[in-house]
């Protein structure tokens, strides 16, 4: 029997090892929401009724995925953990809390929230409530959302300094405890290792507000920051090189001392589609996204083992053959019901030249609406298609979402196990 | 005659210090504001959706030209709301309960006030009982209800309902979009319609209303 690290190595070079490899956890887009974890926890009978669950990423609120529930769904894949958060403090003081719809937690000590006289729940960069908020969850929400703090701006006299603020060198703390964190995992588990650093993804859309910065500065606003692309391409681009650079830096100084121990490296978590096709222009992709994507992925591949990951909603169809010239080796979510976005056309089309991590069963219907049977035949289904030849390692598409009924959660795992052996019965 | 060609010039391509110029000439020159908003901004508008469903314009460039309609829009609201020109219907608009991402939900609104539509936007997180009352209100002919998430999709369906209890369902014509949303969704919680994407959504509102009238 082949260990998850080889399992994964060989899927990810496009052969099938012995059964088709599962992510559960690996990233903060490939993990599942609080609320759907406790549920699986106490169907599994891993924990008393009760027991919290620690939110490991207070943004999208994910849940911890322990080594119990690891082993108990044959999850070939392990994060990476870092200290900080989205809104800046620390992973550390664990305390009690309970989300709206009653699932007990533990957040760290600096999730302080504050509720307003509308029933929202504010969040403060650094835990530090004497600063404005910086996140907002509504009434019976499951996640949080960036507050926009955007003063305003002068957008013919841009200040680049203002938007890379938030780019910097790896900190001797962080090093230290992400080398730590790299030998532990790789000495005393089999698992393959998913890393993802701060400051790798080029214009995210989830980090141009910056929710960890108590004082943000320059271009903040969303749809500011979407007009920048169409508008201050020169500007944008600046900001790019100069992140580019430290990236590459802290990529030397991570390799340095985690080296091959990892398996996979988050590069790009950027957006590029909508539900039914390319969120920008494909050329503005080749032009201001492309070029620093490939620096960062020729810098790894020639200095590592590492596989490359770009994480991408929506349709992406546009834009599949320059991420493979971009040097990514691996794509997710694979959003099979966006818009051009079929599993079979997909598998067939770029399958030999990219790999699958995701696509597993559709989260935004199957998965919270379908019942555990259409469940099992979409997840079969996905097995069928992206299996053969290796390439896939399966995954639901995105995180999965709170309200799904658990039956649902169940039935996608059994029928990974059950039918994801190699050779994929046809 | 106006030649109203470069104010639409300035729409299609985003440029909003030379249509708030444009606007204002038009206006001092002595042409009617409803005559700029028929003949400049609305076919620039036009032009901006049709390159949007050609895959010629992207989000960023809608988000450039509605911010280039809105200078010249805000300049003849006024003007417009005195010489009591009719919108081509009422249209409110919001997120729904839960749901606080209206980047999709303000496009549309762009989108259909540069295509003569008056907005009443009604912002994010609505209840159901909300938009029931804003509808009484405004007189609303239709309601544009947006959702990103899986999780708040169904506060739809609870906005459906509130107008079916209220007995003011037949009143307004609902269409919906966002991520999730399809057309079997909105024809199973009793919507009179979905919309991919705003262009399409102008198309189905002047539908929705040519139907009721």
């Not at chain 1, 009978?45 to 690891?70: A, C, F, H, M, R």
């Not at chain 1, 003081?93 to 504050?114: H, I, R």
Request: with cysteine; charged share 25%.
């Amino acid at each position: 029997m082949l260990s998850s690290r080889e399992r994964v190595q060989r899927a990810l070079d496009h052969q099938e090892p012995d059964r088709i490899p599962l992510d559960l956890g690996g990233s903060g887009v490939t993990g599942m929401h609080v609320s759907t974890v406790y549920k699986l926890r106490q169907a599994l009978g891993l924990d008393s009724p009760g027991t919290p669950v620690k939110v490991i990423e207070p943004y999208q609120l994910l849940g911890e995925i322990q080594p119990d529930l690891i082993a108990a769904l044959g999850v070939d894949v392990i994060e990476l953990p870092g200290r900080g958060t989205m809104f800046g403090f620390k992973k550390t003081g664990w305390k009690p809390w309970t989300t709206f719809d009653g699932t007990p937690v533990l957040v760290p000590d600096g999730f302080n929230t504050v509720p307003e006289p509308d029933g929202r729940i504010f969040m403060y960069p650094e835990g530090d409530k004497s600063v404005p908020a910086s996140g907002q969850m509504p009434e019976g929400g499951y996640y949080f959302d960036t507050l926009i703090r955007q003063d305003s701006f002068d957008a013919d006299n841009l200040t680049l300094d203002d938007n890379i603020e938030e780019f910097e060198l790896i900190s001797d703390e962080d090093l230290e405890f992400c080398s730590a964190a790299a030998k532990r995992l790789f000495a005393t588990t089999d698992k393959a290792i998913f890393a993802a650093f701060p400051g790798l993804s080029f214009g995210d859309i989830a980090q141009v507000p910056a929710p960890w910065l108590k004082n943000p500065r320059g271009i903040r606003d969303i749809e500011e920051w979407y007009i920048s692309l169409a508008s201050h391409q020169d500007f944008v681009k600046e900001i790019f090189e100069r992140q580019c650079e430290i990236a590459l830096l802290n990529l030397q100084k991570v390799y340095a001392e985690v080296g091959n121990r990892i398996s996979v490296i988050l590069v790009s978590a950027t957006d590029f589609g909508l539900q039914t096709g390319p969120f920008i222009s494909p050329n503005v992709y080749r032009e201001l996204f492309k070029p620093f994507n490939k620096r960062l992925n020729d810098w790894i591949h020639e200095n590592t083992t590492w596989k490359t990951f770009i994480h991408s909603c929506g349709s992406v169809l546009a834009f599949i053959p320059d991420f493979i010239d971009a040097g990514f080796d691996i794509l997710n979510p694979v959003q099979t019901a966006a818009t051009d976005m079929d599993a079979a056309a997909l598998k067939s089309k770029f399958g030999g030249q990219i790999a699958f991590w995701g696509g597993g069963v559709d989260t935004q219907s199957t998965l919270p609406f379908g019942t555990a049977d259409e469940v099992r035949s979409e997840v079969l289904e996905r097995l069928k298609i992206f299996g053969p030849g290796g390439g896939f390692v399966f995954n639901t598409i995105h995180n999965v979402q709170p309200k799904i009924a658990v039956e649902n959660v169940l039935a996608m795992y059994e029928t990974v196990r059950e039918y994801g052996k190699y050779p994929i019965v046809k | 005659m106006t030649n109203y060609n470069e104010l639409q010039e300035c729409i299609i391509k985003g440029n909003r210090i030379k249509a708030r110029e444009l606007t204002q000439e038009c206006l001092d020159n002595g042409n009617p504001a409803k005559e700029i908003l028929d003949e400049g901004l609305i076919p620039g508008m036009a032009v901006v959706g049709k390159k949007f469903q050609d895959g010629e314009y992207f989000i960023p460039e809608m988000l450039v030209s509605a911010r280039a309609l809105n200078i010249g829009l805000g300049i003849l609201k006024p003007l417009l709301e005195a010489s009591d020109v009719k919108p081509v219907a009422k249209v409110l608009v919001g997120t729904v309960k839960g749901d606080i991402h209206d980047i999709g939900k303000n496009l549309v609104a762009i989108m259909l006030r540069g295509s003569g539509f008056e907005i009443i936007d009604a912002g994010v997180d609505v209840s159901p009982e909300k938009f029931v009352q804003m509808a009484k209100e405004s007189g609303a002919d239709i309601l544009g209800l947006s959702a990103l998430l899986t999780t708040t999709m169904t506060a739809m369906k609870d906005t459906v309902d509130a107008f079916q209890a209220d007995g003011s369902r037949d009143k307004i014509k609902i269409m919906i979009g966002g991520a999730p949303v399809t057309t079997d969704y909105a024809e199973k919680i009793g919507a009179d319609g979905y919309a991919p994407n705003a262009a399409i959504a102008v198309e189905m509102a002047k539908t929705l209303v040519g139907g009721s009238r």
